[in-house]
């Protein structure tokens, strides 16, 4: 009996720790399983920052280090005026001996608790415990001293600018590129008891301001001083205005109520999307990288006006807010299209933003990298004309279709096409125009097109490929105004893929003005630093699939689909062909390998899905999987590559909720192997899309049937007006691949068809 008892009594205890484990589980809040350190350490190139912000606020902190092994962190930030730039200002706490003091210090550091919404650290080399909370633009700190018996100081510096101290209020400005401007307003809970210059080994009080390159004030605070309080207000207009945002946002110096204030705005933004299941993991790198994608586009909007770098002036936004800092070559593959879902007016502002951009440039262009300080013309192709028929076609109304394509048209037909230039259409862009590819150098022919930048050269078949694809997106826009002839003549031009593809090899090859194939050309090596030369950042492997608005001819192009699935596997095949540090010499960009196929950059993501157009569903489902697992990790080195803001775990968080954005201007998503039980997406519009796993568990990775609003489904792919006008889209996992299923031609996505006359 009394083993009965003592059984019994056991059970009981470990069914109780069972119970509050789940307990605990079901208590976890999206913001919760956020991890910033994620990808703090790079594969090779720029790693992830753990970005302190709201979503897409005006200000932005990471602690200033290359990555997560520094040994020291360089002062405190005050704001990041661009994603992965240094701090503009910097905040310094000292104690000890004045002749020590520089502008900016480096510290120590231990006990670092990094969130979305609060950071921590000891600065322990002076025994300085630091806190800080963010809101939209404005911050605040609590700087704790554990040597009551020495001065405090704070340091605060301008990297060029300038400052001045008024009591316990400092404010003042710093140069950013192209004309612009970033103020800061700040005051501190304390008046401090000297304020002004550094001068020798004491603070000139006679002097308040100070100037130029690394300008930097003192204040001392008195000693056994044990807390000081900042809080501060950012501009990009005045410093009337950063006092006016810190009144605004942050009314005293609650430190731990400006931080719930920031989470509970995290918590209502992730929670747009609720996922179920088993793989705490899994939700893990899905929030991280959902919050990723909120680092970017940030709202300039202060008080309903804004700076605007792209014509230096300050504008009225009218009751819609001004976004910029966008990598749109990044971005629009699968960031926009993830906004355009979950966050349909935030989008439509940013499309609205582009407009202004473009009427306020002399030029009138649509933007390509629209930045703090302006367009920096980055990159390849002009593919913000992507993200406006994407959002159109997926019902966007809330922006001047007429207005975006004349500056789409402007932008593609009268800007060079040549790489990283903001030069007028030259020579070469007329050989485009009239031949249908943008020409390669023969090796060793020496560049004389002055549009041509000398280090990034032509990069002819990404160019021509990225640029083909835009004149699909301009032509979707011409027929959409019932602009015939214009929708004609680009949908025409957009099969002009066909031009620079090899017949023989089945490869995009670059040819010469003569027509000819450049030979001999290697696809995994030739093409000079970063296939610069040939291709760009990636090699012709990589870009052999990227025809994003025609898939289904590609297949064909390939030799049929069973064609098609050997090459893709014969990609994950090949070796690197060189030591690795020979490979990433010459292709650091290239990262994440299987074989030659490249995880780690944004022209490879869609590549997994292509499975699905050859009715081999099931192959993605395989693939997409290993790659999360392979590449996309809770861990340090977890991301393969740049992750750009949003550009690179959009990719994830499409991909662990089961489908993905295939091609921006189609609207339509084709099905992948969703990592959870249950994902409900928030539409907005009072309704939610639902997809549901049974016979959930995280192995169980294979589709054996599909429902779609409890009707059999049996397509690898669905449209966008199925998931925004809710519904449920029921999945059957299984362990093993049912290979039938939407294997057959009526399964398969959609492609790009000319328009029947």
Known sequence: MKKSIYKTSILIFFFNICINFANAQLKKQPVDYVNPYIGNISHLLVPTY??????NSLLRVYPERDNFTSNTING?????????????????PFQGNINSIKSTLNYGYDNEVIKPYYYEVDLDDYGINVQFAPSHQSGIYAINFSNVNQNPYLILNTRDGELKVNQNTVSGFQKLDNNTKVYLYLETDLSPTEAGTHKNDQIDTKNQSTSGRNAYLLLKY???????????GISFINVEQAKNNLRREIKDYNLNQVAQNGKNIWNATLGKIMVEGSDETAKTIFYTSLYRTYERMISLSEDGKYFSAFDGKVHNDNGVPFFTDDWIWDTYRATHPLRVIIEPKMEGNMINSYLRMAQQMDDHWMPTFPEVTGDSRRMNSNHGVATIIDAYNKGLRSFNLEEAYQYCKAGITEKTLSPWSSKKAGVLDQFFKDKGYFPALPSGEKETAPEVHGFEKRQPIAVTLGTVYDEWCLGNIAQQLGKTADAKYFLDKSLSYHTVFNPETKFFHPKDADGKFIQPLDYRFSGGLGARETYDENNGWLYRWDVLHNVGDLVNMIGGKQAFVDELEKMYNTSLGKSRYDFYAQLPDHTGNVGQFSMGNEPAMHIPYLYNYAGQPWRTQKRVRSLLAQWFRNDLMGIPGDEDGGGLTSFVVFSEMGFYPMTPGLPMYVIGSPTFANVKLDLGNGKKFELSCLNYAPENKYIQSAKLNGQVWNKSWFSHEDLMKGGKLELVMGKRPNKLWASEDGAIPP????PTK
Do not use: D, E
């Open 50 to 55: 753990p970005t302190v912000h709201l979503p």
């Open 76 to 92: 405190l930030p005050i704001v990041i005026t661009s994603h992965r730039g240094s701090s503009a200002f910097n905040l310094s």
């Open 222 to 232: 008195p000693a056994k001083t044990k807390q000081i309080k900042a809080h501060y």
């Open 751 to 754: 492609s790009f068809k000319m």
